[in-house]
Structures are given as C-alpha cells and as structure tokens.
C-alpha cells in the first residue's frame, strides 16, 4: 500500500489558504469559511476568485449555517441554489450532506442533491460523524451514489478514531473513498496511508499575527510548509 499515491485535500478558509495550499502541491481544495464553526459556505466573491485564479480542484463545502447538519426547507433550498453556483462557476465538486433530526441520513433530501450536483463528485461531509449507526449510514450512502466521505471515525481526530476508520474502509470495499479528516499532520500522515488508505483531509492551520482585535480571534490559515511536510511524509 505504501508505494501508491496518497492524495491530500487541504480545507481552505480563505483565498490565500487556498492559494498556499495549490502553490505547496496540495492535490484538491475543500473550500469553506469560518472554521472555527465546523465551517459553512464560502461566498460568492471568495468562490469567484478562487475559481478564476487557481487551477487545483475545488470541492466548496455547502452548509448554510453552524450547528446541527438538520435543515429546514427554506435552508434545503439555499443549499441548492449554492449547489447550482458552484456548477456555474465550474467547481469540481460538492461537499455536503443532510441529516434527520435522529441523526440519520436524510436519504431523500442528500438524493436531491446528489442529483443536483452531477457531473461534479460529491463529499458527504462531517456530519457522518455523529450517524447513529456508521456501518448502516455507509451503505445507505453509498446506495446513494455518494463518492467520498469525509470522516474521523466518529472521535476527536482521525488518529484517535484509526480503528473505525480501517473498519469502514474495509467495509467500503473501493465502492466509496473514505476521506480520513481531522488531526492530520505531518508526524501522523504516514499511519494513513500505512492503513491502506488512499486519500487524506487537512487544514494544516497556523495563526496568523496580528494585533489582537475586541470583534475576533486570531485569523487561521492553511500553512505552505506544513503542507508541503504532510506531502514528504506520505
């Protein structure tokens, strides 16, 4: 398994996150806003740009809000219009994902916009991190013709959540990528792809340096040279 290509996706907050993460070699952009919430759906602008400047592809996350992964209409109806946006725009693909208020997959609505999204490749995102049943979620999912999912094995990191990770990946049986996401760096890339796993997610942050400001916290940023070690370690 080792001497096969491990593909890294980097989570990009911004239009420099994502630039650093293309000029590092990073192989695709999950792209997003407000990280320190999960993240949500970028805008517009940060989507434009991105899009007209880099050439890497871009799975933007579309997620309306912080909070549950439950929406109401009107909210399943925003992320359908981003959905559309992004296929205007030429994005690559979608990652995104409903569930019930019971924390199943909401296997109607993720149709929806499964169908939507097509041609692009579709992520089902975290929010299959907190599935009741992550064994029945998986194949609920794949029957939906999902083509990753973006987990950490239902733990705090990706690390931590190894076992299930290997678990679902040998269940996947190549019908589904498992996308393993959270904690990953440069000192435990490695055990990934050790694993047998063929694609993994970082958002390889820093702190910016600024002076620090009453309305926000210190700005994150995917960070050049910790990507370009998580790349020499796998």
């Given at each position: ?5 491990m ?10 996150s ?7 070699g990073a192989?695709?952009i999950?792209?997003c806003?407000?990280?320190s919430v999960g993240?949500?759906?970028?805008s ?7 899009m ?8 933007p996350?579309?997620r309306?809000?912080s909070?549950?992964?439950v ?9 359908k219009?981003?959905?559309q946006?992004?296929k205007d725009l030429?994005?690559?693909g979608?990652v995104?994902?409903i569930?019930?208020?019971d ?8 149709k ?8 692009l ?7 299959f991190?907190?599935?009741e049943n ?8 794949i ?6 999912v ?7 990191s990706?690390e931590?959540?190894?076992e299930?990770l290997?678990?679902?990946n040998k269940?996947?049986k ?7 996401g ?5 000192s435990?890339?490695k055990?990934f ?7 993994i997610?970082a958002s390889a942050?820093?702190?910016m340096?600024i ?17 370009k070690?998580?790349l020499?370690?796998?």
């Amino acid at each position: 398994m080792t001497d096969k290509i491990m593909l890294l996706e980097i989570c990009a907050n911004s239009y420099q996150s994502a630039k650093n993460a293309q000029d590092a070699g990073a192989h695709r952009i999950e792209l997003c806003q407000e990280l320190s919430v999960g993240g949500v759906t970028p805008s517009y602008g940060l989507l434009k740009q991105v899009m007209n400047t880099l050439s890497i592809p871009v799975y933007p996350l579309i997620r309306p809000r912080s909070g549950n992964f439950v929406c109401s209409e009107e909210e399943f109806e925003i992320i359908k219009h981003d959905i559309q946006l992004c296929k205007d725009l030429g994005c690559a693909g979608i990652v995104s994902g409903i569930l019930n208020k019971d924390n199943t997959i909401d296997i109607e609505r993720t149709k929806e916009l499964i169908e939507l999204s097509k041609p692009l490749q579709f992520t089902f995102h975290r929010a299959f991190d907190i599935a009741e049943n992550p064994f029945e979620a998986l194949e609920q999912i794949i029957d939906l013709g999902v083509d990753r999912v973006l987990t950490s094995g239902q733990a705090t990191s990706a690390e931590q959540g190894i076992e299930l990770l290997k678990q679902l990946n040998k269940q996947a049986k190549g019908r589904i990528t498992i996308l393993a996401g959270s904690g990953i760096n440069s000192s435990n890339a490695k055990l990934f792809k050790e694993a047998g796993f063929s694609e993994i997610h970082a958002s390889a942050s820093s702190k910016m340096e600024i002076k620090k400001s009453l309305f926000s916290e210190p700005q994150t940023y995917s960070d050049p040279i910790k990507i370009k070690a998580i790349l020499d370690a796998i």
